[in-house]
């Protein structure tokens, strides 16, 4: 069992930053991954990061590659999501979301698609206005 709880959403203009918080408490390790998705208004849920903790790898979503970077603070089981140059494109509500890596032969992966995670935080919203 993993416990996800996320923090620092808000309200910024375009152009503004944002550090989006994941605290992690239950069980992981370095077969972890954790993953960031956003939901906006009538649209489907997105993936935006996912962080594999054992090489401490990061992949992004094109649509914020250059502008958000995954941070890991292992000591305080926490992952942070930092939103630089930030859009109103990026208005949503974000949630991090934890599984076990699964295995491809014997190589380890993180997925990046809704049904490879089975825990999820509440959210946390931010909305970026122009």
């Known amino acids: 069992q993993v416990q996800l709880v996320e923090s620092g959403g808000g309200s910024v203009q375009a152009g503004g930053s944002l550090r989006l918080s994941c605290s992690a408490s239950?069980?992981?390790?370095?077969?972890?991954?954790l993953a960031w998705f956003r939901q906006a208004p009538g649209k489907e849920r997105e993936g935006v990061a996912v962080?594999?903790?054992?090489?401490?790898?990061?992949t992004y979503a094109d649509s914020v590659s250059g502008r958000f970077t995954v941070s890991q603070d292992s000591a305080k089981n926490t992952v942070y999501l930092q939103m630089n140059s930030l859009k109103p494109g990026d208005t949503a509500m974000y949630y991090c979301?934890?599984?076990?890596?699964?295995?491809?032969?014997?190589?380890?992966?993180?997925?990046?698609?809704?049904?490879?995670?089975?825990?999820w935080g509440q959210g946390t919203q931010v909305t970026v206005s122009s």
């Open positions: 962080f594999f903790a054992g090489p401490g790898t990061t």
């Open positions: 239950g069980n992981s390790n370095s077969r972890t991954c």
């Open positions: 979301a934890a599984d076990r890596a699964r295995l491809s032969g014997f190589r380890p992966y993180c997925g990046s698609d809704l049904v490879d995670y089975q825990y």
